[in-house]
Protein backbone atom coordinates (compact mmCIF):
# COMPACT_ATOMS: atom_id res chain seq x y z
CA UNK A 1 0.00 0.00 0.00
CA UNK A 2 1.09 3.67 -0.53
CA UNK A 3 -1.31 4.81 1.78
CA UNK A 4 -1.19 8.31 1.38
CA UNK A 5 0.34 10.14 -1.67
CA UNK A 6 0.32 14.01 -2.96
CA UNK A 7 1.01 15.65 -6.21
CA UNK A 8 3.17 18.00 -6.57
CA UNK A 9 5.65 17.57 -4.32
CA UNK A 10 6.92 21.09 -5.40
CA UNK A 11 5.29 24.12 -7.05
CA UNK A 12 5.98 27.65 -7.84
CA UNK A 13 3.26 29.76 -8.74
CA UNK A 14 2.91 33.70 -9.84
CA UNK A 15 -0.21 35.48 -7.85
CA UNK A 16 -3.22 35.25 -9.79
CA UNK A 17 -2.30 31.95 -10.90
CA UNK A 18 -4.56 28.82 -10.34
CA UNK A 19 -3.67 25.05 -9.69
CA UNK A 20 -4.72 21.69 -8.12
CA UNK A 21 -3.19 19.82 -5.75
CA UNK A 22 -4.28 15.89 -5.47
CA UNK A 23 -4.26 13.83 -2.56
CA UNK A 24 -4.81 10.11 -3.31
CA UNK A 25 -5.03 7.14 -0.48
CA UNK A 26 -5.85 3.39 -1.15
CA UNK A 27 -6.78 2.54 2.81
CA UNK A 28 -10.47 2.82 1.73
CA UNK A 29 -10.64 5.65 4.49
CA UNK A 30 -13.69 7.57 4.82
CA UNK A 31 -12.15 11.32 6.41
CA UNK A 32 -9.82 12.81 4.54
CA UNK A 33 -8.37 16.38 5.71
CA UNK A 34 -6.32 19.30 3.91
CA UNK A 35 -4.20 20.87 6.64
CA UNK A 36 -1.61 24.19 5.83
CA UNK A 37 1.48 24.43 7.59
CA UNK A 38 3.23 27.85 8.46
CA UNK A 39 5.96 28.23 10.75
CA UNK A 40 5.14 28.57 14.32
CA UNK A 41 1.51 28.18 13.59
CA UNK A 42 1.07 24.16 13.64
CA UNK A 43 -1.75 22.41 11.37
CA UNK A 44 -4.12 24.11 10.88
CA UNK A 45 -7.35 22.33 8.73
CA UNK A 46 -8.12 24.05 5.74
CA UNK A 47 -11.06 21.85 4.26
CA UNK A 48 -12.18 18.48 4.91
CA UNK A 49 -14.65 15.60 3.32
CA UNK A 50 -16.36 12.80 6.03
CA UNK A 51 -17.13 11.19 2.64
CA UNK A 52 -17.20 10.89 -1.48
CA UNK A 53 -19.10 13.80 -2.67
CA UNK A 54 -19.20 15.89 0.49
CA UNK A 55 -17.01 18.44 1.90
CA UNK A 56 -16.93 20.97 4.67
CA UNK A 57 -15.09 24.11 5.59
CA UNK A 58 -12.33 23.87 8.45
CA UNK A 59 -10.72 26.62 10.39
CA UNK A 60 -8.93 28.73 7.31
CA UNK A 61 -11.07 28.34 4.21
CA UNK A 62 -10.91 30.82 2.46
CA UNK A 63 -9.43 30.98 -0.71
CA UNK A 64 -9.29 27.51 -1.41
CA UNK A 65 -12.00 25.14 -2.71
CA UNK A 66 -12.04 21.66 -2.33
CA UNK A 67 -13.83 18.16 -4.24
CA UNK A 68 -14.16 14.52 -3.71
CA UNK A 69 -15.68 13.08 -6.65
CA UNK A 70 -14.17 9.57 -6.11
CA UNK A 71 -13.82 8.55 -2.24
CA UNK A 72 -9.80 7.91 -3.03
CA UNK A 73 -9.32 11.40 -4.16
CA UNK A 74 -9.24 15.11 -2.54
CA UNK A 75 -8.55 17.72 -4.66
CA UNK A 76 -7.36 21.35 -3.09
CA UNK A 77 -7.74 23.93 -5.36
CA UNK A 78 -6.37 27.80 -5.48
CA UNK A 79 -8.28 29.83 -8.18
CA UNK A 80 -6.04 32.75 -7.92
CA UNK A 81 -2.92 32.27 -5.67
CA UNK A 82 -1.58 35.04 -3.40
CA UNK A 83 1.57 35.28 -1.80
CA UNK A 84 -0.14 34.30 1.50
CA UNK A 85 -1.08 31.09 0.59
CA UNK A 86 2.75 30.68 0.53
CA UNK A 87 2.96 27.45 2.58
CA UNK A 88 3.17 23.22 3.25
CA UNK A 89 -0.02 21.85 2.48
CA UNK A 90 -0.24 18.22 3.77
CA UNK A 91 -3.12 16.07 3.69
CA UNK A 92 -4.47 13.05 6.10
CA UNK A 93 -7.21 10.69 5.80
CA UNK A 94 -9.11 7.87 8.50
CA UNK A 95 -11.17 5.69 9.30
CA UNK A 96 -14.54 6.36 10.57
CA UNK A 97 -15.11 4.81 13.44
CA UNK A 98 -17.75 7.18 15.54
CA UNK A 99 -15.51 8.89 17.02
CA UNK A 100 -13.17 6.45 18.38
CA UNK A 101 -9.31 5.63 17.81
CA UNK A 102 -9.77 7.80 14.26
CA UNK A 103 -5.84 8.22 13.47
CA UNK A 104 -5.06 10.60 10.62
CA UNK A 105 -2.78 9.18 8.38
CA UNK A 106 -0.88 12.20 6.61
CA UNK A 107 1.20 12.39 3.02
CA UNK A 108 4.39 13.62 2.25
CA UNK A 109 3.36 17.19 1.87
CA UNK A 110 3.45 19.72 -1.01
CA UNK A 111 5.52 22.77 -0.83
CA UNK A 112 3.96 26.15 -2.45
CA UNK A 113 5.66 29.04 -2.91
CA UNK A 114 3.37 31.98 -4.47
CA UNK A 115 5.27 35.18 -5.71
CA UNK B 1 -9.93 26.54 19.43
CA UNK B 2 -6.39 25.81 19.08
CA UNK B 3 -4.86 23.86 22.51
CA UNK B 4 -1.81 25.40 24.05
CA UNK B 5 1.84 23.76 24.15
CA UNK B 6 4.27 24.06 26.43
CA UNK B 7 7.40 24.65 26.78
CA UNK B 8 8.25 26.51 23.60
CA UNK B 9 11.32 24.17 22.85
CA UNK B 10 13.18 21.14 25.20
CA UNK B 11 16.89 20.38 24.96
CA UNK B 12 17.73 17.49 26.07
CA UNK B 13 20.81 15.33 26.32
CA UNK B 14 20.96 11.44 25.58
CA UNK B 15 19.34 9.72 27.78
CA UNK B 16 17.52 12.45 29.41
CA UNK B 17 13.72 12.94 30.36
CA UNK B 18 11.48 15.05 28.98
CA UNK B 19 7.54 16.31 29.50
CA UNK B 20 5.75 18.34 26.69
CA UNK B 21 2.04 19.15 27.80
CA UNK B 22 -1.07 19.97 25.69
CA UNK B 23 -3.61 22.21 27.20
CA UNK B 24 -7.22 23.11 26.29
CA UNK B 25 -9.88 25.56 27.57
CA UNK B 26 -12.82 23.60 26.47
CA UNK B 27 -14.34 19.67 27.44
CA UNK B 28 -12.17 17.15 25.54
CA UNK B 29 -13.17 14.02 23.70
CA UNK B 30 -9.48 12.84 22.79
CA UNK B 31 -6.25 14.26 22.77
CA UNK B 32 -4.21 12.58 19.66
CA UNK B 33 -0.13 12.92 19.87
CA UNK B 34 2.21 13.38 16.68
CA UNK B 35 5.67 13.87 16.00
CA UNK B 36 7.35 15.26 12.62
CA UNK B 37 10.62 15.24 11.55
CA UNK B 38 12.11 18.37 9.46
CA UNK B 39 10.68 18.19 6.22
CA UNK B 40 8.26 15.09 6.93
CA UNK B 41 4.75 14.35 7.52
CA UNK B 42 3.92 13.63 10.88
CA UNK B 43 3.38 10.59 12.38
CA UNK B 44 0.73 9.38 14.48
CA UNK B 45 2.19 8.33 18.37
CA UNK B 46 -1.06 7.48 20.36
CA UNK B 47 -4.32 8.36 20.96
CA UNK B 48 -6.45 8.96 24.35
CA UNK B 49 -9.63 8.14 24.26
CA UNK B 50 -10.78 8.22 28.32
CA UNK B 51 -10.51 10.81 30.92
CA UNK B 52 -7.02 9.59 32.85
CA UNK B 53 -6.07 7.03 30.32
CA UNK B 54 -2.63 6.59 30.48
CA UNK B 55 -0.85 4.65 27.16
CA UNK B 56 2.51 4.12 26.01
CA UNK B 57 5.07 2.35 23.63
CA UNK B 58 8.87 2.06 23.95
CA UNK B 59 9.54 4.64 26.10
CA UNK B 60 7.31 7.40 24.97
CA UNK B 61 3.98 7.38 26.94
CA UNK B 62 0.96 9.77 27.63
CA UNK B 63 -1.32 10.40 30.01
CA UNK B 64 -5.11 12.17 29.64
CA UNK B 65 -6.60 14.49 32.47
CA UNK B 66 -9.94 15.37 31.23
CA UNK B 67 -11.06 16.92 34.52
CA UNK B 68 -8.01 19.21 33.82
CA UNK B 69 -8.40 19.21 30.27
CA UNK B 70 -4.93 18.72 29.48
CA UNK B 71 -2.50 15.67 27.90
CA UNK B 72 1.09 15.14 28.94
CA UNK B 73 3.51 13.29 26.58
CA UNK B 74 6.43 11.66 28.59
CA UNK B 75 9.42 10.74 26.79
CA UNK B 76 12.19 8.65 29.07
CA UNK B 77 15.50 7.76 28.20
CA UNK B 78 15.68 10.07 25.87
CA UNK B 79 17.18 9.06 22.03
CA UNK B 80 18.47 10.78 18.89
CA UNK B 81 15.83 9.39 17.39
CA UNK B 82 13.38 11.22 19.72
CA UNK B 83 14.09 14.44 18.13
CA UNK B 84 11.67 16.56 15.95
CA UNK B 85 8.54 18.72 16.51
CA UNK B 86 5.32 17.16 18.52
CA UNK B 87 1.82 18.25 17.86
CA UNK B 88 -1.06 17.21 20.03
CA UNK B 89 -4.10 17.22 18.03
CA UNK B 90 -7.92 17.60 20.35
CA UNK B 91 -11.27 16.71 19.88
CA UNK B 92 -13.90 18.01 21.26
CA UNK B 93 -16.57 16.97 23.39
CA UNK B 94 -19.12 16.20 20.92
CA UNK B 95 -16.76 13.31 19.71
CA UNK B 96 -17.53 11.49 16.09
CA UNK B 97 -18.87 15.29 14.98
CA UNK B 98 -15.41 16.97 15.59
CA UNK B 99 -12.27 17.20 14.29
CA UNK B 100 -8.96 17.61 15.32
CA UNK B 101 -7.66 21.04 16.11
CA UNK B 102 -3.76 20.52 16.60
CA UNK B 103 -1.22 22.89 18.92
CA UNK B 104 1.43 24.61 17.33
CA UNK B 105 3.88 22.23 18.37
CA UNK B 106 7.27 22.01 20.49
CA UNK B 107 10.50 21.28 18.91
CA UNK B 108 12.32 18.60 20.50
CA UNK B 109 15.97 18.31 20.00
CA UNK B 110 18.31 15.42 21.80
CA UNK B 111 22.05 16.07 21.53
CA UNK B 112 24.72 13.40 22.25
Known amino acids: NAGVTQTPKFRVLKTGQSMTLLCAQDMNHEYMYWYRQDPGMGLRLIHYSVGEGTTAKGEVPDGYNVSRLKKQNFLLGLESAAPSQTSVYFCASSYYRGGKDETQYFGPGTRLLVL | QQPVQSPQAVILREGEDAVINCSSS?????VHWYRQKHGEAPVFLMILLKGGEQKGHDKISASFNEKKQQSSLYLTASQLSYSGTYFCGVQGSNGANSKLTFGKGITLSVRP
Open chain 2, 26 to 30: KALYS
